[in-house]
């Protein structure tokens, strides 16, 4: 054990010299991404995502949907296995985007709504991109295609249900429903309406913080990587093994983070349900942000991350599917300095890269399992 805590010790020592030769020796990039990491926070994740924030932590805290969460109650233990009271969570974990979900979540686990199994579950499907990223962002600014937009949207809200229904019908079955029922908790004093607006701005706030902060990090670690040639090296590797030269130039910004990975669809011309991909895993970034939001849940990392491998692929199907249906309209959409980009599928290779990286990422921490640390 003792020299288990050593290499521990050693390995972040090694890991804050390493950042600080960085910083030191390319203080041109790791400005450049700051800055970057900045506009895009302040250009779309603040504006878009801040109001949502506040808002579903004052739907949560005041009670404001009550009435329509007994009234959908019947339609959410049926199709869920889960209380009436998840219902605004499934909701505005679609409308909010990525952490809108989990911030509903742990306001719920806090007021002792929902047990932590409950909570668990609902974090295997309310991590949905929201239209504002989707449409606005990918669709009519990246793409120049509102429709394709809206067609990448539909097809995440889609693999959510699905593995919502799934991740329920499997309680249901195996778990006797034990977990139906929310956990006995001291009701709390209701506090006035002042206060609930005071403390939901306050929530949104800090979890905007904190996501700027991730954003701005991650942008320029990104910026860092791709300078010294580790992503060249990385996409030379998995072509070397069979993989499409273009999805393995695609696969490392997509893991990282959702904003670059998207670009990268971009950059190489890849096929509209690469975007899905992309958005249904949701990056490295935007799942530090949950695991931080929900510090205070007993939370299954491994099990978080390999939903979202699975909601990433159900995502990438479904567009597949939609595009083949309606295949007139979308065509051709604006991609990569005006190339076309392709709705066809790019190589099973190149799939299969991405299914086995992922995999062996979420194996990597199942020793993680358990309660996050705060």
Same mark, same amino acid.
């Given at each position: ?39 895009? /926070? ?50 505005? /974990? ?22 932590? /199994? ?239 990286? /992922? ?16």
């Amino acid at each position: 054990m003792k020299v288990l805590s050593y290499l521990k010790k050693a390995a972040l020592v090694s890991a804050v010299a390493g950042i600080v030769a960085v910083l030191t020796l390319m203080p041109a990039d790791c400005a450049g991404g700051v800055k970057k990491g900045l506009e895009y /926070s302040c250009r779309i994740i603040i504006p878009s995502l801040f109001p949502y924030m506040a808002l579903s932590s004052f739907i949560i805290r005041s009670g404001a949907m009550d009435d329509i969460s007994e009234l959908l109650s019947p339609v959410t233990k049926a199709l869920f296995n889960l209380p009436g009271c998840c219902t605004p969570c499934i909701l505005l /974990s679609m409308a909010g985007g990525f952490p809108v979900g989990a911030k509903c979540t742990a306001v719920l686990y806090e007021k002792g709504k929902i047990s932590s /199994s409950q909570a668990q579950r609902l974090m295997c499907f309310c991590v949905c991109p929201g239209p504002a990223f989707l449409i606005t962002g990918v669709g009519a600014v990246m793409l120049g295609n509102t429709a394709a937009g809206a067609v990448i949207y539909l097809a995440q809200v889609i693999s959510c249900f699905i593995v919502g229904i799934a991740a329920g019908l499997f309680a249901r079955l195996f778990r006797k429903g034990k977990e139906i029922e929310a956990p006995s908790a001291e009701k709390a004093p209701q506090k006035s309406l002042v206060s609930n607006i005071v403390l939901s701005v306050s929530d949104g706030a800090y979890s905007i913080i904190g996501m700027t902060a991730m954003i701005v990090i991650f942008t320029m670690a990104e910026t860092v990587i791709r300078s010294s040639g580790i992503y060249d090296m990385a996409a030379q590797l998995l072509i070397s093994v069979g993989a499409d030269g273009r999805f393995a130039s695609f696969l490392m910004p997509a893991f990282m983070e959702v904003t670059g990975g998207c670009q990268a669809v971009i950059d190489n011309s890849l096929p509209l349900w690469c975007f899905s991909l992309c958005t249904g895993f949701g990056g490295l970034c935007v799942h530090m942000q949950i695991f931080d939001i929900l510090g205070k849940l007993p939370f299954r990392r491994g099990q978080f991350m390999l939903f979202r491998l699975i909601s990433a692929i159900l995502s990438a199907a479904m567009t597949y599917i939609i595009c083949m249906v309606f295949r007139p309209a979308l065509m051709v959409f604006a991609a990569g300095g005006g190339a076309e980009g392709q709705i066809s599928s790019v190589s099973i290779a190149g799939s299969i890269a991405l299914t086995v990286m /992922s995999a062996l990422f979420v194996l990597s921490m199942h020793k993680a399992d358990g309660k996050l640390k705060t």
